[in-house]
């Protein structure tokens, strides 16, 4: 397929390593947990390059100097439950001013189509940046949604971050929000009929929190 241009694979040594164990499944639960938040640490290096800076004047032990520190826009990363909080604490290691919101959504089983039950975020979303979080892009649907959800609540500036996407999803979230820059640490083949990820991982919520 045609990669949207809204749509980026951050490509690293470190980040292909760390994959390869996160997909195997004979990688235990403390293990992928562990991995899971530290290719989000690595993917956060690539999403905030473009943070801006500010001057500061400061002092070293030896003289005074000015030098720079983040300026702008608050951060805050939105996770979609429940699997989007295994990415958090990774990029929280980088950005530790950063605050958290939580959208949660399920799936409705005669519709097929997400369905919100909780939704919280800091106040002033328009003068903030938003990091939507997710482990995996898979049909889309979820992500879509709640990107819907950011915009209708204020939100200018959003991000979307996962570890792994499937074309369809992709194309369904980067034809629906062109404005969001998407950034995965891996572009996989397909999906199964069951809406799974192919090669994938498997379900990124049981394997994060021992439910299956």
């Given at each position: 397929?045609?990669?949207?241009?809204?749509?980026?694979?951050?490509?690293?040594?470190?980040?292909?390593?760390?994959?390869?164990?996160?997909?195997?499944?004979?990688?235990?639960?403390?293990?992928?947990?562990?991995?899971?938040?530290?290719?989000?640490?690595?993917?956060?290096?690539?999403?905030?390059?473009?943070?801006?800076?500010?001057?500061?004047?400061?002092?070293?032990?030896?003289?005074?100097?000015?030098?720079?520190?983040?300026?702008?826009?608050?951060?805050?990363?939105?996770?979609?439950?429940?699997?989007?909080?295994?990415?958090?604490?990774?990029?929280?290691?980088?950005?530790?001013?950063?605050?958290?919101?939580?959208?949660?959504?399920?799936?409705?089983?005669?519709?097929?189509?997400?369905?919100?039950?909780?939704?919280?975020?800091?106040?002033?979303?328009?003068?903030?940046?938003?990091?939507?979080?997710?482990?995996?892009?898979?049909t889309g649907g979820s992500a879509v949604?709640?990107?819907?959800?950011?915009?209708?609540?204020?939100?200018?500036?959003?991000?979307?971050?996962?570890?792994?996407?499937?074309?369809?999803?992709?194309?369904?979230?980067?034809?629906?929000?062109?404005?969001?820059?998407?950034?995965?640490?891996?572009?996989?083949?397909?999906?199964?009929?069951?809406?799974?990820?192919?090669?994938?991982?498997?379900?990124?919520?049981?394997?994060?929190?021992?439910?299956?």
């Amino acid at each position: 397929m045609k990669l949207p241009e809204n749509f980026q694979v951050v490509t690293h040594p470190l980040i292909e390593h760390k994959l390869t164990y996160i997909r195997d499944i004979k990688t235990s639960k403390k293990e992928f947990k562990e991995l899971v938040n530290e290719v989000a640490m690595l993917m956060a290096y690539e999403i905030t390059k473009d943070m801006p800076l500010e001057e500061v004047e400061i002092e070293t032990p030896i003289c005074k100097t000015v030098s720079k520190v983040l300026a702008g826009k608050k951060l805050v990363l939105v996770p979609i439950l429940r699997a989007g909080i295994g990415m958090v604490d990774g990029i929280l290691k980088l950005v530790p001013s950063a605050r958290v919101g939580h959208i949660g959504l399920y799936r409705d089983e005669t519709t097929l189509k997400p369905v919100s039950y909780y939704f919280k975020i800091p106040s002033n979303c328009e003068d903030r940046d938003f990091i939507l979080i997710d482990p995996m892009l898979a049909t889309g649907g979820s992500a879509v949604y709640a990107a819907n959800m950011l915009k209708d609540a204020g939100a200018k500036s959003i991000k979307f971050m996962c570890l792994i996407a499937a074309p369809e999803g992709v194309e369904k979230f980067c034809t629906a929000h062109p404005d969001i820059k998407v950034f995965a640490a891996a572009l996989d083949e397909k999906l199964n009929e069951k809406g799974y990820i192919v090669p994938g991982l498997g379900d990124a919520g049981d394997r994060l929190f021992g439910t299956k």
